[in-house]
C-alpha cells in the first residue's frame, strides 16, 4: 500500500525533473514580446558566439603587420578596401581582426571578474548577514575600509609590483569589486532570516551552512543575477581603463582598451582606431544592460504581470482596430 | 483526561525580556518589553492547553520560549523531567526530534523555491534518519497520505496549493521527526473560516493516532474551546486564568476572561440579542513600563484601591480552575 504510494511520488519526482524545459520555453515566448531585452540577448549571443570563433572568422591575423598598408580607412573612404573592412592602425594591423580578437579578452575577463568577486563577496554576505554578532562586525568594517580606499590607486599599485598580465588584471579586478556583492548579500539576508521558512528549517534542526545555502541563497538569485550583469557591464569599462593606462593587457595581446590607447596619438588623423573598439566597448555595455533589465522584469512577479496585461491590452487593441478596419469596408 | 503523575513540559515562573534599546542623552536608560512574566503551566502528556490571549499578550513568545527559540529570561522549562532552560545549541538541535512547531502563515512558513518533497523530507535528512531518496519518497508519501494530500503532490512546489493544503504540509513537516510535543502558533488563524474545521480535525486526529500533546496558541475562541483540554488565559505577559475547558466556559472567573467570553457570538439570535457585551475602555498596560499591582487594571470594571498596588496571584478557585484576580 505505502509502496505503491512512494512509487507514485517516485515518478512524479523523476517527471517533474523536465519541468525547466518547459520553463525555458516560456521565458523565450516572454522574451519575444520585450524588444528591447530581446536585442540584448541577440547581442550578447553574437558578442559570444564572435569571441568562440575569433580565429575562424577574423579576416586577418590580429598582430600581422603591413608596413605598406598603414592608416588604411575604412572600405567606404576612396582609399578604403575591402581587405580591411575597418582599415588599418599605424602598424598595418587590421582593426576589425583585432575587434574581433579583442572581445575575447573582455568576455573572459568580464566573466571571470564577475564569478569570483561574486562567488566571495556573495559568501561573505551570507555569513555577516546570517551570523551577524563579530563575523559581521569583522566583515562588514573590511568592507567599509576597502571601499574607503581608492580602487584604482590599489590596482595601480598591484600592477605595478606584479607585473601586468591577463591574471593580475582578474585578481585585481575582483578584490576591487566584491565589495558590492557583499553588502547588498548582506542587506537580502538580514530581510529573509526572519522569514518564517527560515525559522521553519531551524525549528526542524538544519545547521547554518544548509540554511544560508539552501533557504536563503535560492531565495537571493535573481537579485544577485542583476546586479552580476550590471557588474560585468563596469568590469568590461574598467578592464578597458587598465589597458587604456598601459598596466592592463599588454601587446601583442589585444584588448578594446589597449586599441583605444594606442589609437589615441592618431585620432586627429585616423578616427577609426578608437572609434571601432570604442563602439565595441559601448555596444557590449548596452546589450548587457538591455539584459539586465530584462532580467529583473521577469524575475520581479509583479513586474511580469504588469507587462503581460500591457501585451494582452496591446493585441486586443490591435484586434478591434482589424475587426473596425474590416467593418468599415464590408457594407 | 486524567493528568498523568509527571507533566511532559513543565514551565516554571517564566519570564521573557526584550531589549529595546537605550534612551536619554547618555544612553543611560535602558529599555526592556516585559514580554512574557512569571508564567507557569504544565502540559500533561497527551493533551491540549489552549493559550488564548490578544495579540501582543505574549503568547507566542510564551510557545517560542519553551521551543527554546527565544531565551528565558527567568525561570525554568522542563520537558520530560529534563531541564532545557540553559542547554547549548547542540542539545536543542537534538530536542528538535521531539518537539516541534506548526506555524501560523501557511503562505510565508514554506520556501517557494524548494518542492513538497524536499520540505517534508527535511528534517528527515538533517537529522540522518532516512539514508536514500527511497526511503524519504517512502516516508514522505506516508506523511502527506496522512495530512489527507496525495503522494504525487510531493513533486510540486508550495505555490501551486491552497492556504489550506499548504497548512497541511506544514503539519506534515512538524509530524515528519514523529515529536511527541508541538507547539502550534495560530495554525488555523489564517485560514478560510471553511477549512478551518478540517485542519483542527486533522490535529485532533493526529493527536490520537500518534499521541501528542500540543500547546495550541490561538485566539479565536471557538477553535480552542473545541481542540483543548486545559485553557490558559494570557493578558500582558501573565497567565490571568487557567482551568479546565468546560470550566473557563462556564463559570469564568477572571474580569478579563467574562469580557472575551462575552465578545463571542452566541449562534442564537434571541439569547445573542439578551445578552449582555462587557466592553472594557481603556488601554492595555505599556509592555516597557508595566504598572504596580494588577495589568488589567487600567480596563477592569471591578477595580478596586488594591489592584493598583498589589499584583494578584494565581490562587485555585476550583478543583482545576485557577485565576489571578482580588474578587
Known sequence: ?331 | MTPAASPLVQVKDLSVFFDAGRVGFWGRKRLTVHAVEGVSFDVYAGETLGLVGESGSGKSTTGRAVLRRVPATRGSIHFQGRDITHIDREQVRALSKHMQLIFQDPFASLNPRLKIFDIVAEPLFVHGLVKNMRDAAEAVAMLLERVGLPPDAGARYPHAFSGGQRQRVGIARALALKPRFIVADEPVSALDVSIRAQVVNLLQDLQVEFGLTYLFIAHDLAVVRHISHRIAIMYAGKIVELADRDLIYDSPVHPYTKALLSAVPIPDPPVQRARKRIICAGEPPNPMDPPLGCRFQSRCPHVMHRCRWEEPPLTERAPGQRAACWL
Open chain 1, 1 to 331: 500500500m505505502t509502496k505503491t504510494k512512494a512509487n507514485d511520488l517516485e515518478q512524479a519526482l523523476s517527471r517533474s525533473r523536465y519541468e525547466w524545459v518547459d520553463k525555458l520555453k516560456e521565458l523565450g515566448r516572454e522574451l519575444r514580446r520585450d524588444t528591447a531585452g530581446f536585442i540584448g540577448v541577440v547581442l550578447i549571443t553574437a558578442l559570444v558566439l564572435m569571441a568562440v570563433f575569433a580565429p575562424l572568422i577574423s579576416p586577418h591575423d590580429p598582430t600581422e603587420q603591413d608596413l605598406t598598408a598603414r592608416l588604411v580607412p575604412p572600405v567606404w573612404y576612396e582609399k578604403g578596401s575591402w581587405g580591411h573592412v575597418f582599415g588599418t592602425d599605424h602598424l598595418g594591423r587590421d582593426i576589425l581582426s583585432r575587434a574581433i580578437h579583442g572581445s575575447r579578452v573582455s568576455l573572459w575577463v568580464g566573466v571571470s571578474v564577475v564569478s569570483l568577486a561574486g562567488g566571495f563577496g556573495v559568501v561573505m554576505g551570507l555569513l555577516a548577514g546570517y551570523l551577524g554578532g563579530r563575523t559581521d562586525a569583522f566583515i562588514m568594517r573590511w568592507v567599509d575600509t576597502q571601499v574607503a580606499f581608492p580602487g584604482l590607486l590599489l590596482a595601480l599599485i598591484i600592477l605595478a609590483v606584479i607585473g601586468p598580465s591577463l591574471t593580475t588584471v582578474v585578481l585585481v579586478l575582483s578584490l576591487n569589486g566584491w565589495m558590492v556583492y557583499g553588502r547588498m548579500t548582506r542587506s537580502a539576508v538580514l530581510a529573509i532570516r526572519q522569514s518564517p521558512y527560515v525559522e521553519a528549517a531551524e525549528v526542524v534542526g538544519c545547521r547554518w551552512p544548509r540554511i544560508i545555502f539552501r533557504h536563503i541563497l535560492p531565495n537571493l538569485t535573481s537579485s544577485l543575477l542583476t546586479l552580476g550583469i550590471l557588474e560585468f557591464a563596469r568590469i568590461v569599462l574598467a578592464e578597458a581603463a587598465l589597458s587604456f593606462l598601459g598596466l592592463g593587457i599588454q601587446p601583442p595581446a589585444t584588448s578594446w582598451g589597449l586599441d583605444v590607447s594606442m589609437g589615441k596619438n592618431y585620432m586627429f588623423m585616423a578616427w577609426w582606431l578608437v572609434t571601432i573598439p570604442g563602439c565595441a566597448i559601448g555596444i557590449t555595455v548596452l546589450a548587457i544592460n538591455l539584459v539586465a533589465s530584462w532580467l529583473r522584469l521577469i524575475s520581479d512577479p509583479q513586474e511580469r504581470e504588469k507587462q503581460f496585461a500591457r501585451h494582452m491590452a496591446g493585441s486586443m487593441r490591435k484586434a478591434m482596430v482589424l475587426k473596425a478596419e474590416t467593418e468599415r469596408r464590408q457594407p
